[in-house]
């Protein structure tokens, strides 16, 4: 489904990501995990269009992709960014309209708007509430909805556990398997290490902006090295 080839972004001078590839099939979870500053969150905003790559190709569903976000949009990649990024003046429903802005109005948006609503009864009954009054963890589920309402072929997650209380992690994680089980490919950024890997069919390790490792997500659990840098256990 999306195919990348060796990426590399720079911010000025400063390069992000080094000749990155990495590939995600129909269908899986794939994880990327890696410390603060490792290029995670630089890889999907490049993804999405909004970093314009200095080398290497982005291929999605076997074709180019141009770094224009109506693009990625348009043709069925959605982001949860990290950190939420709601329209905190616009109510729950207004940010849940907003996420089908490219989709006709009708029957279908309402649909999916009640789709969004089983998945998290809670905003249902937020439905007028202002964004930016709502909880962390109905922010992250607001975010995750507004995502959903675009009908995403692939959707991308930037640190959704990020400010989570552990509770309400679970609940995300939870969230994101039965996404991908309504048939949802799942691309996965994420600092907490050992559930972003218990849960991936594949992953890979980014350090300083290039892929150290990749296997499948509980192969790279049992990793030695895996485990020391980023599940704090010691050999």
Known sequence: MLAIDRLCVFYGRIQALHDVSLEVRSGEIVSIVGANGAGKSTLLWTIMGVNRPRGGVITFEGRP?????????????????????????????????????????????????????????????????????????????????????????LLLFDEPSLGLAPALTEEVFRTIVEIKGRGTTILLAEQNAYKALEMADRAYVLETGRVTMTGPGPELLENPVVQKAYLGVKT
Do not use: H
Request: charged content about 30%; hydrophobic content about 40%.
């Open 65 to 153: 992709l141009r770094s224009i976000p109506d693009e990625a949009a348009s043709r069925g990649i959605a982001l949860v960014p990290e950190r939420r990024r709601l329209f905190a003046n616009l109510t729950v429903k207004e940010n849940l309209v907003m996420g089908a802005y490219l989709r006709k109005r009708g029957p279908e948006v309402a649909e999916d708007t009640e789709r969004v609503f089983r998945l998290f009864p809670v905003l249902k009954e937020r439905l007028s509430q202002y964004a930016g009054t709502l909880s962390g963890g109905e922010q992250q589920m607001l975010a995750i909805g507004r995502a959903l309402m675009s009908r995403p072929k």
